[in-house]
């Protein structure tokens, strides 16, 4: 699979069915006092006083010390004051009704439904809020996605948290609904709150500043693809292997990208207070697409920056 241009990818997602309230570490432990309960105890012994979001250190019985370090982040520090928490991107529904991560680096917040932002992203200074252009329903979750159905006839959004912040795709199901004259030229409300402000780019896209005018958030173009290169139905049905393998590129298409999938890089620019987007109309309903069509408006935003920055400020106060 290829993934689209700037997303990142959570390292872990649990199915919905295991969810489970994460643990938070209180304890924490220097270099002694974990090899003096290591050789207490005869097994490793965490150094949580040493721990950060992709990195630990391990104390055994014979006195070492070894560090295990990860390319993505593993853990976040509880917002509540708690210790660390393992990542979990699956999302649960927050003492306001918004559908939140259980543990993630950002501090992001999906719609319940109805009026309002689709998304609020909290980051030092204020938030960065996105909006559907109309009322959306109650979404139905699927780990660490949240879809809404038929924000358009045969056309659903799906908010996805990360690791480090959240994708939003439109997912266009049918030839049908390509021919809806509303995903000519699609507008997001964007709105931002406290000192951050919003601030064109000159090559099209929008920068979001923070008193400094430092960008802590940044997207130039989007994406979108079809699903070319899926296995056919017709294929599919032939054996119980290829019909789970074809299943699988159907949950993956609206994720990412697949190799083989035409593929359509958009131009975005700011009016007023929308972010505007024109959709590729010769891949949204040529004859060669394949649906689903997946159009990806936020593929390019600085997400890893987001949540990164904030956890470490956090961290710092």
Same mark, same amino acid.
């Given at each position: 699979?290829?993934?689209?241009?700037?997303?990142?990818?959570?390292?872990?997602?649990?199915?919905?069915?295991?969810?489970?309230?994460?643990?938070?570490?209180?304890?924490?432990?220097?270099?002694?006092?974990?090899?003096?309960?290591?050789?207490?105890?005869?097994?490793?012994?965490?150094?949580?006083?040493?721990?950060?979001?992709?990195?630990?250190?391990?104390?055994?019985?014979?006195?070492?010390?070894?560090?295990?370090?990860?390319?993505?982040?593993?853990?976040?520090?509880?917002?509540?004051?708690?210790?660390?928490?393992?990542?979990?991107?699956?999302?649960?529904?927050?003492?306001?009704?918004?559908?939140?991560?259980?543990?993630?680096?950002?501090?992001?917040?999906?719609?319940?439904?109805?009026?309002?932002?689709?998304?609020?992203?909290?980051?030092?200074?204020?938030?960065?809020?996105?909006?559907?252009?109309?009322?959306?329903?109650?979404?139905?979750?699927?780990? @660490?996605?949240?879809?809404?159905?038929?924000?358009?006839?045969?056309?659903?959004?799906?908010?996805?948290?990360?690791?480090?912040?959240?994708?939003?795709?439109?997912?266009?199901?049918?030839?049908?609904?390509?021919?809806?004259?509303?995903?000519?030229?699609?507008?997001?409300?964007?709105?931002?709150?406290?000192?951050?402000?919003?601030?064109?780019?000159?090559?099209?896209?929008?920068?979001?500043?923070?008193?400094?005018?430092?960008?802590?958030?940044?997207?130039?173009?989007?994406?979108?693809?079809?699903?070319?290169?899926?296995?056919?139905?017709?294929?599919?049905?032939?054996?119980?292997?290829?019909?789970?393998?074809?299943?699988?590129?159907?949950?993956?298409?609206?994720?990412?990208?697949?190799?083989?999938?035409?593929?359509?890089?958009?131009?975005?620019?700011?009016?007023?207070?929308?972010?505007?987007?024109?959709?590729?109309?010769?891949?949204?309903?040529?004859?060669?697409?394949?649906?689903?069509?997946?159009? @990806?408006?936020?593929?390019?935003?600085?997400?890893?920056?987001?949540?990164?920055?904030?956890?470490?400020?956090?961290?710092?106060?």
């Amino acid at each position: 699979m290829a993934l689209a241009a700037g997303m990142t990818v959570p390292f872990e997602t649990v199915p919905a069915a295991a969810a489970a309230p994460c643990t938070t570490e209180v304890a924490s432990l220097d270099e002694s006092e974990a090899l003096a309960a290591a050789k207490r105890l005869g097994s490793s012994v965490e150094v949580t006083s040493l721990k950060t979001e992709t990195s630990r250190v391990m104390a055994d019985p014979r006195g070492a010390l070894a560090m295990e370090s990860y390319a993505v982040p593993q853990w976040t520090k509880d917002r509540r004051g708690g210790g660390w928490q393992k990542i979990d991107t699956r999302l649960q529904r927050a003492a306001d009704g918004t559908l939140t991560p259980m543990a993630t680096l950002a501090a992001v917040a999906f719609s319940a439904g109805g009026a309002g932002p689709a998304v609020r992203l909290a980051i030092e200074g204020g938030h960065v809020e996105l909006a559907w252009p109309g009322a959306l329903p109650t979404p139905r979750l699927e780990g @660490d996605t949240a879809v809404y159905g038929s924000v358009l006839p045969g056309v659903d959004l799906r908010l996805r948290a990360l690791v480090d912040g959240f994708t939003w795709v439109l997912v266009v199901t049918s030839p049908q609904a390509a021919k809806n004259p509303a995903l000519d030229e699609l507008r997001f409300g964007l709105r931002t709150t406290g000192s951050l402000a919003r601030r064109p780019r000159p090559s099209g896209g929008f920068d979001v500043v923070d008193a400094s005018g430092r960008a802590v958030v940044s997207t130039g173009s989007a994406l979108m693809w079809d699903s070319s290169g899926l296995i056919p139905a017709a294929r599919a049905a032939k054996s119980l292997e290829l019909s789970e393998v074809a299943a699988q590129e159907r949950r993956e298409v609206v994720r990412a990208a697949p190799d083989l999938a035409r593929k359509a890089e958009l131009a975005t620019r700011m009016e007023g207070a929308d972010l505007v987007i024109r959709p590729d109309l010769s891949l949204l309903r040529g004859s060669e697409a394949a649906y689903p069509v997946v159009i @990806d408006p936020w593929t390019t935003i600085n997400k890893g920056a987001v949540g990164l920055r904030q956890h470490h400020q956090r961290d710092q106060r």
